[in-house]
């Protein structure tokens, strides 16, 4: 039977995140934490003990992934209440999005143990940060379904959502995947395709759904690598936000009577849904006019 030591001496749960790609956007501070560390917990123990070996690091590893989380939880926890501190690093980028170690997590903190991020490499955030699409507000969800019928009726009940959406894609289905965000969005809704992110062959395709289909199919590489989907939230029109459910004019005209601009139109994006800077642009055009 495990005895729980003192808070003080029990070991903490690092989450660190590795490269998405270039090695170099590894961390000082995640080097130095995988290199304290007593165990390490990977997804994938020789995609993890390669990075390791270009560290120059050699710690025990403990393979943690989506089919035998539940099982390994126990054991990890184990070494933490007895003092060692243990990092979890996923196969690429930040673990748990949309990589395993939530339930090590959750248990973890259930049993009042100290987790701690080494923040790092993040796939979604790194391609949203160069798509030049709206970041006020964005949703993402992981992986699409891989049948065509579960995919449409996944996009469908997403197609009035106003904040940007964000997916992850595998390369065998991408063409797919746009072709059914055509299907149910339109072809002129606005899509950015993330491709290699990081790596040598890094790649943005933007535009219309029906242009970046296009670009796809031209492009020989087209359907290699991994893919973050970038879609533009719905407009008001879209998302039912017509005449005679929801006047944001008169919205916003109300608020900025009794607020500063920038404050009427964080309040009215959260109410309508509608982007903020759209709506703030919106509010300065209507004191200029």
């Given at each position: 039977m495990?005895?729980?030591?003192?808070?003080?001496?029990?070991?903490t749960?690092?989450?660190?995140?590795?490269?998405?790609?270039?090695?170099e956007?590894?961390?000082?501070?995640a080097?130095?934490?995988?290199?304290?560390v007593?165990?390490i917990?990977?997804?994938d123990?020789r995609?993890?003990g390669?990075?390791?070996?270009?560290?120059?690091?050699?710690?025990?590893?403990?393979?943690?992934?989506?089919?035998?989380?539940?099982?390994?939880?126990?054991?990890?926890?184990?070494?933490?209440?007895a003092?060692?501190?243990?990092?979890?690093?996923?196969?690429?980028?930040?673990?748990?999005?949309?990589?395993?170690?939530?339930?090590?997590v959750?248990?973890?903190?259930?049993?009042?143990l100290?987790?701690?991020?080494?923040?790092g490499p993040?796939?979604?955030?790194?391609?949203?940060?160069?798509?030049?699409?709206?970041?006020?507000?964005?949703?993402?969800?992981?992986?699409?379904?891989?049948?065509?019928?579960?995919?449409?009726?996944?996009?469908e009940?997403?197609?009035?959502?106003?904040?940007?959406l964000?997916?992850?894609?595998?390369?065998?289905?991408?063409?797919?995947?746009?072709?059914?965000i055509?299907?149910?969005?339109?072809?002129a809704?606005?899509v950015?395709?993330?491709?290699?992110?990081?790596k040598?062959?890094?790649?943005?395709?933007?535009?219309?759904?029906?242009?970046?289909?296009?670009?796809?199919?031209?492009d020989?590489?087209?359907n290699?690598?991994?893919?973050?989907?970038?879609?533009?939230?719905?407009?008001?029109?879209?998302?039912?936000l017509v005449?005679?459910?929801?006047?944001?004019?008169?919205?916003?005209?109300?608020?900025?009577?009794?607020?500063?601009?920038?404050?009427?139109a964080?309040?009215?994006a959260?109410?309508?849904?509608?982007?903020?800077?759209?709506?703030?642009?919106?509010?300065?055009?209507?004191?200029?006019?």
């Open positions: 495990q005895i729980k030591k003192p808070v003080d001496q029990q070991g749960l690092y989450i660190v995140a590795t490269p998405i790609g270039n090695l956007d590894l961390s000082p501070r080097v130095r934490v995988l290199s304290d007593a165990v917990a990977a997804e123990t995609h993890s390669r990075l390791l070996q270009h560290l120059g690091i050699s710690k025990p590893l403990i393979a943690l992934h989506d089919h035998n989380e539940r099982g390994r939880v126990q054991g990890i926890l184990d070494h933490l209440l003092g060692a501190d243990v990092a979890l690093v996923s196969d690429a980028g930040t673990p748990l999005i949309s990589d395993p170690g939530y339930v090590l959750r248990e973890a903190r259930a049993e009042g100290r987790v701690t991020p080494v923040p993040c796939a979604l955030i790194a391609a949203l940060s160069a798509a030049g699409l709206p970041t006020d507000r964005f949703l993402f969800s992981g992986f699409l379904p891989a049948k065509r019928s579960g995919r449409r009726a996944a996009l009940a997403l197609r009035k959502e106003t904040a940007t964000v997916f992850y894609e595998s390369p065998h289905r991408i063409v797919d995947t746009v072709m059914d055509a299907a149910v969005m339109g072809e809704r606005e950015v395709l993330g491709r290699e992110i990081t040598t062959f890094e790649t943005f395709y933007s535009g219309a759904v029906a242009e970046v289909h296009a670009a796809l199919l031209e020989p590489h087209g290699r690598g991994e893919f973050v989907v970038m879609v533009r939230g719905a407009d008001k029109s879209e998302a039912g005449a005679g459910e929801l006047d944001v004019d008169r919205l916003l005209g109300l608020l900025m009577a009794e607020l500063p601009t920038r404050k009427a964080k309040i009215a959260e109410l309508t849904g509608l982007s903020k800077n759209e709506l703030y642009q919106r509010a300065l055009d209507f004191k200029a006019g």
